[in-house]
């Protein structure tokens, strides 16, 4: 019997942590799931650590053990839902994970804007009837900006669903699945935090036909350069290849911060600080925090950066 306690942050930090004590307790004949000490939950931490569960149990139905799950202090002394308990229920944290312990009638939502995690299909990228798929991506990005902003928000619709399409063309581009899910949260009056998974090949498998390359770190990291791309050319051409990942994090480096995993390995740039955790499991999920409070001038810095990265890359 292993107890395995919810952190008191479920952020990057606190959901790595966690999802590693997970991933590592997958032979334990009973684990006990315990709330008591969660009090507070982030898009990412949540995406993360319902992955590392998706996997974690996938693969012990498979090897055919026989994990008993016990959950403790999903309520508090007064018998009510915590409040960080509610908040998961409310994101999907445990439909995604396919626990079943709740009653839907129950939750109450948060009070900001937020998506919970939610499937997105190929099919339903293709619903938006476009004249290609990228232009198809971008329009459902647009919805997905409209569920966080309001119509009037135009400057704030552009600049989240520029990061959307890139991360969700991505998944459709080069993770050899045809689904993804979104999480996303607005923060305050103008900070986002928006987070895209996959649990597809990830990105040194897709990038080792051209480079070769077996280190995932360095793969991963390598992704993040100018210009590096699995394809020759963008099937957008107007698009630069291998400037998407490059400018999602110069930009989420600047504007509040950036984590990446991608089969094995999670990369969290905070500002100045930058952290690595070692996760055994597949997928990529891409992170972008970004406080549009100073934002004015949004797409002319992301000129800029591109411009600076192509300077640099042919040097
Ligand atoms: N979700 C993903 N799954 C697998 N590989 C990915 C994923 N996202 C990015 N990659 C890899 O990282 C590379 C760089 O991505 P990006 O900078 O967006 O450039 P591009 O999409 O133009 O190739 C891709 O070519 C691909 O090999
Ligand atoms: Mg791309």
Redesign the pocket.
């Known amino acids: 019997m292993t107890t395995i306690f919810f952190p008191n942050i479920l952020d990057d930090r606190g959901a790595a942590e966690f999802s590693n004590k997970v991933l590592m307790s997958m032979a334990e004949p009973e684990l006990i799931f315990d709330f008591g000490e969660l009090d507070f939950v982030e898009p990412f931490g949540i995406m993360l650590a319902a992955q590392a569960l998706r996997y974690a149990f996938m693969k012990c139905n498979k090897d055919n053990s026989n994990v008993g799950v016990r959950f403790l202090n999903l309520t508090d002394d007064d018998g009510k839902l915590r409040p960080s308990v509610n908040r998961l229920i409310f994101f999907n944290f445990f439909d995604h994970v396919n626990w079943n312990i709740y009653e839907k009638g129950k939750v109450q939502k948060p009070a900001l804007e937020c998506i919970p995690i939610m499937k997105i299909t190929k099919q339903d990228i293709k619903a938006m009837e476009e004249v290609n798929f990228m232009a198809s991506i971008k329009k459902y990005s647009i919805f997905l900006s409209k569920i966080l902003f309001s119509s009037d928000y135009k400057k704030e619709i552009d600049i989240i669903s520029y990061f959307f399409s ?1 991360i969700i063309n ?2 459709f ?3 050899k699945t045809d689904k993804c899910y979104v999480v996303a949260q607005k923060w305050r009056k103008d900070s986002v935090d928006i987070v895209v998974s ?1 649990e ?4 040194t498998e ?2 080792a036909g051209k480079y070769g390359m077996k280190d995932n770190i360095m793969a991963i990291r390598k ?1 993040l350069q100018f210009g ?4 020759s050319k ?1 099937v957008n051409k107007s698009e630069k ?6 400018s999602i994090s110069k930009i989420g480096e600047k504007m509040g911060g950036f984590s990446i995993f991608s089969k094995n390995d999670l990369l969290v740039f905070e500002g100045q600080r930058f952290s690595m955790f070692r996760l055994p499991m597949v997928g ?1 999920i891409v992170k972008v925090s970004v406080d549009l409070s100073n934002s004015e001038s949004f797409f002319a810095k992301l000129e800029g950066v591109i411009a600076e990265g192509e300077r640099l890359a042919s040097k």
Request: glycine content about 16%.
């Open positions: 890139e991505n998944v581009q080069h993770s996959d597809g090949v990830g990105i897709s990038l992704s590096i791309s699995k394809d963008n290849t291998g400037a998407g990942l490059f990529t």
